[in-house]
Structures are given as structure tokens and as C-alpha cells.
Nanobody, 123 residues
Framework: QVHVAESGGGSVQAGGFLRLSCAPS????????WGWFRQAPGNGREGIAS???????IYADSVKGRFTISQNNAKTMLYLQMNILKPEDTAIYYC?????????????????WGQGTQVTVSS
């Protein structure tokens, strides 16, 4: 079982930035795509960014041009740089892994995901 821990959430004003980190107990990039989901109160889960081991990335339109997903050279950590944050970005952000690229084209829950980290953007 792969355990996933997200960190880096917080409260910022609109226009600000945050960097989320994800530390899986095993970065299974050779078998799965990794990425980030978010869920705002009253909303369903939204896939926003996904990455493959070779560095290929896909973004949801809602974050394209503002968010950047990346992995470290050792392929042990995953990051989400979030710039020009908007109040509508307020959500719990989850790091996850699954067999589909991007992650959100697979139905059901990802194979692995963490407890999430809260991001709050005030206007």
C-alpha cells in the first residue's frame, strides 16, 4: 500500500501563490500517472493536473497557465505550484496516482491518494 502525504496548503489573498508538495511512500511513476485533484465544499472532485514519469503534463482548463505540476529529479516528490490564485481555487487539494493519464479520465477513486491539504483564497 502506497501512503501519500500532502503539505503546503494555507490561506492567501487573491493573486497570491502557494506551492503544494506530495510525498508518497513509494513514487510509483513507472506504473502510474500522478496528479492533483481538488474538492470545494458542495462540489464534486475535480482533476486539475497530471504528470507522467517522462514529464508529460496535462492540465484542466480551470488552472491552465496558472498552475504547474512537477516532480523532482529523483522522482520521489510531486509538486503543484499555484500562481495567480483566485477565490474559486479554494478547496481541499489531494495528491493521487492511478492508471489513466490524465488521472481524471478514469472512473472511480484513484489507486492512491492522501488526506488532502486545505487551500483558502480570500478576495
Amino acid at each position: 500500500q502506497v501512503h501519500v502525504a500532502e503539505s503546503g496548503g494555507g490561506s492567501v489573498q487573491a493573486g497570491g501563490f502557494l506551492r503544494l508538495s506530495c510525498a508518497p511512500s513509494e513514487y510509483t511513476a513507472d506504473r502510474y500517472a500522478w496528479g492533483w485533484f481538488r474538492q470545494a465544499p458542495g462540489n464534486g472532485r475535480e482533476g486539475i493536473a497530471s504528470i507522467l514519469r517522462d514529464g508529460s503534463t496535462i492540465y484542466a482548463d480551470s488552472v491552465k497557465g496558472r498552475f504547474t505540476i512537477s516532480q523532482n529529479n529523483a522522482k520521489t516528490m510531486l509538486y503543484l505550484q499555484m500562481n495567480i490564485l483566485k477565490p474559486e481555487d479554494t478547496a481541499i487539494y489531494y495528491c493521487a496516482a492511478g492508471p489513466c493519464f490524465p488521472l481524471w479520465v478514469c472512473s472511480g477513486d484513484p489507486n492512491y491518494w492522501g488526506q488532502g491539504t486545505q487551500v483558502t483564497v480570500s478576495s
